[in-house]
T-cell receptor
Framework: AQTVTQSQPEMSVQEAETVTLSCTYDTSESDYYLFWYKQPPSRQMILVIRQEAYKQQNATENRFSVNFQKAAKSFSLKISDSQLGDAAMYFCAYYNTDKLIFGTGTRLQVFP | DSGVTQTPKHLITATGQRVTLRCSPRSGDLSVYWYQQSLDQGLQFLIQYYNGEERAKGNILERFSAQQFPDLHSELNLSSLELGDSALYFC?????????????FGPGTRLTVT
């Protein structure tokens, strides 16, 4: 069975600095998709970034980028130039055929 | 705003009761997914419907059922409610069967069972 692990329950970063959130997953599949979702205090689940496993190039969306290491089954999220609005729970998720499998989340605090 | 709507936003009910949660997907999306987010279980997939048909099932209890109607809105029915059913229930939608995994989430319905 596929699993997703986020080993950092909480992280903090100073405004304008860079922070990296870690995620590892376990799967025997070769084709799949990985996602980072953001859940602010409003509880809305917001898609941050997506990575196709068959693509070697790391995905980037403005200040958000990933480091995808397929062999190591690692999928970390880097947030550059952190802003106060980035404070939220961040969930890593794996998708293969029918459902998203989520990690337990990392709570990110951003200090001014 | 993802374009996915869920009603009601909050629901408070007693143990043993039955409730219905409603979801309208984004315009053009054929798939609807239901997820449960609780403190002890995290975010868990419950069930998926595609164009009116059940397509995938996750950790959904027998007391729970869902359906998708011809206009593509979906309802999640929870019966014989227990305290442990208190959670945030999300609906998500995607364009096709979800083969590429990109799902857009609604704002959720917070269910409190007392």
């Amino acid at each position: 069975a596929q699993t997703v692990t986020q080993s950092q329950p909480e992280m903090s970063v100073q405004e304008a600095e860079t922070v990296t959130l870690s995620c590892t997953y376990d799967t025997s599949e070769s084709d799949y998709y990985l996602f980072w979702y953001k859940q602010p205090p409003s509880r809305q689940m917001i898609l941050v970034i997506r990575q196709e496993a068959y693509k070697q190039q790391n995905a980037t969306e403005n200040r958000f980028s990933v480091n995808f290491q397929k062999a190591a089954k690692s999928f970390s999220l880097k947030i550059s130039d952190s802003q106060l609005g980035d404070a939220a729970m961040y969930f890593c998720a794996y998708y293969n055929t029918d459902k998203l499998i989520f990690g337990t989340g990392t709570r990110l605090q951003v200090f001014p | 705003d993802s374009g996915v709507t869920q009603t009601p936003k909050h629901l408070i009910t007693a143990t043993g009761q039955r409730v219905t949660l409603r979801c309208s997907p984004r315009s053009g999306d054929l798939s609807v997914y239901w997820y449960q987010q609780s403190l002890d279980q995290g975010l868990q997939f419950l069930i998926q419907y595609y164009n009116g048909e059940e397509r995938a099932k996750g950790n959904i209890l027998e007391r729970f059922s869902a359906q998708q109607f011809p206009d593509l809105h979906s309802e999640l029915n929870l019966s014989s409610l227990e305290l442990g059913d208190s959670a945030l229930y999300f609906c998500a939608s995607s364009v096709g069967t979800g083969v590429e995994g990109e799902q857009y989430f609604g704002p959720g319905t917070r269910l409190t069972v007392t």
